[in-house]
T-cell receptor, first 114, second 117 residues
Framework: DAGVTQSPTHLIKTRGQQVTLRCSPKSGHDTVSWYQQALGQGPQFIFQYYEEEERQRGNFPDRFSGHQFPNYSSELNVNALLLGDSALYLC?????????????FGPGTRLTVT | AQKITQTQPGMFVQEKEAVTLDCTYDTSDPSYGLFWYKQPSSGEMIFLIYQGSYDQQNATEGRYSLNFQKARKSANLVISASQLGDSAMYFCAMREGRGSNDYKLSFGAGTTVTVRA
């Protein structure tokens, strides 16, 4: 049973560029949440997707957008990259209909903006 | 205001000893859940233990136990019989709202634990 997978593992981009990160949820999960974790800090919630719609959003600018596909996988897109976007981006999956605490994280994508 | 406060940036513990990691939280919602995650240097967040606000008993999972003091809004993690593999960053997190499909977690700043042989 595969857990949450994310790609790529590492990424280096230049300021002003755009980036797309990918996440596949754990088998049986249909909800994906994205978090940004700056170095030395706790993760910050970006947004959550269910049924291909953004359900909740944290305090992040519109440069951060996402998408969820019919197979429940998800993408995080960041436009006009800033140096401050350098961080570990974590994806977490859960089940929308099962009201529980179960939420599993992937290994993350480490983004470096130069 | 910070929802989760972890006041210990780093801690050292001797192998086989117990260590307590502090966590205080702030919420006006009567329904909430408290989590502890372990993050090794590899980056993946590993779920350790969960405590619901209505749970009567303190949660335990193997060597991990959660000391839940609701009136003090405290949810400290106790790791017993520390092992070298316990060296990692530990995060306390909170989810507000019962029965909702809200999986948004608010995390603290974390505590780095280093286990010495």
């Amino acid at each position: 049973d595969a857990g949450v997978t994310q790609s790529p593992t590492h990424l280096i981009k230049t300021r002003g560029q755009q980036v797309t990160l990918r996440c596949s949820p754990k088998s049986g999960h249909d909800t994906v949440s994205w978090y940004q974790q700056a170095l030395g800090q706790g993760p910050q919630f970006i947004f959550q997707y269910y049924e291909e719609e953004e359900r909740q959003r944290g305090n992040f600018p519109d440069r951060f957008s996402g998408h969820q596909f019919p197979n429940y996988s998800s993408e995080l897109n960041v436009n006009a990259l800033l140096l401050g976007d350098s961080a570990l981006y974590l994806c977490a999956s859960s089940s929308y209909v099962r009201i529980s605490y179960e939420q599993y994280f992937g290994p993350g994508t480490r983004l470096t903006v130069t | 205001a910070q929802k989760i406060t972890q006041t210990q940036p780093g801690m050292f513990v001797q192998e086989k000893e117990a260590v307590t990691l502090d966590c205080t939280y702030d919420t006006s919602d009567p329904s909430y859940g408290l989590f502890w995650y372990k993050q090794p240097s590899s980056g993946e967040m590993i779920f350790l233990i969960y405590q619901g606000s209505y749970d009567q008993q303190n949660a335990t999972e193997g060597r991990y136990s959660l000391n839940f003091q609701k009136a003090r809004k405290s949810a400290n993690l106790v790791i017993s019989a520390s092992q070298l593999g316990d060296s990692a960053m530990y995060f306390c997190a909170m989810r507000e709202g019962r029965g909702s499909n809200d999986y948004k977690l608010s995390f603290g700043a974390g505590t780095t634990v280093t286990v010495r042989a």
